[in-house]
C-alpha cells in the first residue's frame, strides 16, 4: 500500500542510496535526492519475537496509520508515503515503511548532546528545544494521541537548534483516542517518558524541565506547577505499568477511533 511502486524506489536507489542504519532489527535508508528522497524503514522480525506479531498489524502499518493521522490533526511530523508487509503464517516476517525525507534534521537526542548542559553559548536554543518539545506533545495529546515513545530520539531537529523546528519521527507504539488528553492521566505516561525518566533528568536541567512543562501548558505557570508536582512523585516503575495497561486495554480491547481519510498529498 504505498503512492510510489517498486520500480520507482529502485531508480531513486540507484540514484542515491545511504543507510542510516544496519542492524538485526532493523534497517534505515535514503534513497533518491532532492525532492524524490524518500526515507525506507524495513522492520525485521527476528527470534521468538515472530510469536508477537501473531493476529496483529505490521508494525509498518500502525506507524503509517499513526503518521496518517498526526498528519490530518496538523501537527508536525514526517510524512508517510506507504507501507508493506511480508506476512509468515500467523504473523510478520517483515514490514517496510516509507516517509518523506527531511533534510537538513538531526534527532533531537544528537542535537541535545551537541549542546553541552551549563555551556551560557547553548543555554538558549535548550531553553527554546524544551519549550518547543512540550508544545508539541501537547498538540498531540490535544489531538487525542498518546505518543508512548516520546523521548528526544523519535523528535527531528529542523534547521539550526535556535529555530527549535521539531517534528515527530517515529510512532509504531501511538495510541489514538477519541478525546482530548491534555493534562489527564494518560497524559502522565508522556510526561514522564519526556522530560522526568532518569534519562530524560541526565539530558535536561531542572529549570529546561520547566521550561518544558511551560511549553505543554502553553506559558500558564500554575498548571506547569501543578503538572511539576505530580510528575516529581511518579516513579518509572508505575509509569511502566501504566504504559503497559494503557497499550493494552486501548489496543487490543477498547479498540480506540482509526483515523478517517488520508493524509494530504505530497508537496511538490
Known sequence: MTDIDDNELNRRAATRRIVLKDEPEALVEILGVGADAVVR??????????????????????????????????????????????????????????????????????????????????????????????ALVARLHAAGVLWCTPMPRNLLVVGTPAAADLRVCDTPACLLTDRDLRGGRLARIDLFLAAFSPSRRREWSRSERLRWLLGYADGERAQARRLWRTMVRRGGLRNVVERALAMTVLARILRPRRPSGAPPAPAR
Open 41 to 134: 524503514k524495513t522492520y525485521r522480525t527476528t527470534g521468538l519475537r515472530w510469536l508477537q506479531t501473531f493476529g496483529r498489524q505490521s508494525r509498518a502499518e500502525r506507524e503509517h496509520r499513526h503518521l496518517a493521522a498526526i498528519v490530518i490533526a496538523g501537527v508536525p511530523c514526517v510524512r508517510p508515503r506507504g507501507w508493506s508487509a511480508v506476512r509468515r503464517g500467523p504473523g510478520t516476517a517483515a514490514s517496510t515503511l516509507l516517509t518523506d525525507f527531511v533534510p537538513d534534521a538531526t534527532s533531537l537526542k544528537a542535537t541535545l548532546r551537541a549542546l553541552p548542559p551549563g555551556d551560557p553559548a547553548a543555554a538558549p536554543a535548550r531553553r527554546s528545544l524544551a519549550a518547543a518539545a512540550g
